[in-house]
């Protein structure tokens, strides 16, 4: 059964530094992976989705890699900003699962101080 | 603006009172599905709908209904609900070409339940 896993946990950065957050699924039998944002007490929002026969996808100060053979995601934030304080959560679409549910890992809470 | 709404956004009630947690989208989408987010657990599938009158289970469906009656609409009901239904419930919706959906899915804002 497909896993995913987000390490680390949480991350508290000073404002201004570069970062990466790691994302691992256990089977690599996947349409897409996402990224998503979540902030306290609301919803979540897409940042990122890379299908599966893309290496990576950019949005402004976000870029999102995938290497499927290996089962690996990084989501790199450039010039980190209070603004991108959240917790960041990884997801994939597995390719054998009819429900076509997003199997999500626990995700990254990240705190940028000022 | 397109968006998932979700309604009520906040919920306190007692054990056995059935309740309907209604979702909206309005971007034409085809699947629709419910998730709840819990501590240590992550997100996980409740109910999936991949079009009109067409639902299945997720991962866990136990103690849930739904319906789609309408393509915008996906109520999560909850007829006897039990305090391990406390959680975050969130519905989101995606455009689901074909049997799989490979587009990214909008979430609505959630709504925290408390069971007591």
């Known amino acids: 059964k497909q896993e995913v896993t987000q390490i680390p946990a949480a991350l508290s950065v000073p404002e201004g530094e570069n970062l990466v957050l790691n994302c691992s699924f256990t089977d690599s039998a996947i349409y897409n992976l996402q990224w998503f944002r979540q902030d306290p007490g609301k919803g979540l929002t897409s940042l990122l989705l890379?299908?599966?026969?893309?290496r990576e996808q950019t949005s402004g100060r976000l870029n999102a890699s995938l290497d499927k053979s290996s089962g690996r995601s990084t989501l790199y934030i450039a010039a980190s900003q209070p603004g991108d304080s959240a917790t960041y959560l990884c997801?994939?679409?597995?390719?054998?699962?009819?429900?076509?549910?997003?199997?999500f890992g626990k995700g990254t809470t990240l705190s940028v101080s000022s | 603006e397109a968006q998932v709404t979700q309604n009520p956004r906040y919920l306190i009630t007692v054990t056995g009172k059935k309740l309907t947690v209604t979702c909206s989208q309005n971007?034409?989408?085809?699947?629709m599905s419910w998730y709840r987010q819990d501590p240590g657990l992550g997100l996980r599938q409740i109910y999936y709908s991949m079009n009109v009158e067409v639902t299945d289970k997720g991962d866990v469906p136990e103690g849930y209904k739904v319906s789609r009656k309408e393509k915008r609409n996906f109520p999560l009901i909850l007829e006897s609900p039990s305090p391990n239904q406390t959680s975050l419930y969130f519905c989101a919706s995606s455009l689901g070409r074909g049997l799989v959906t490979a587009d990214t899915q909008y979430f609505g804002p959630g709504t925290r339940l408390t069971v007591l």
């Open positions: 997801a994939v679409s597995p390719f054998n699962q009819a429900g076509t549910a997003l199997i």
């Open positions: 971007m034409n989408h085809e699947y």
């Open positions: 890379i299908q599966s026969s893309q």
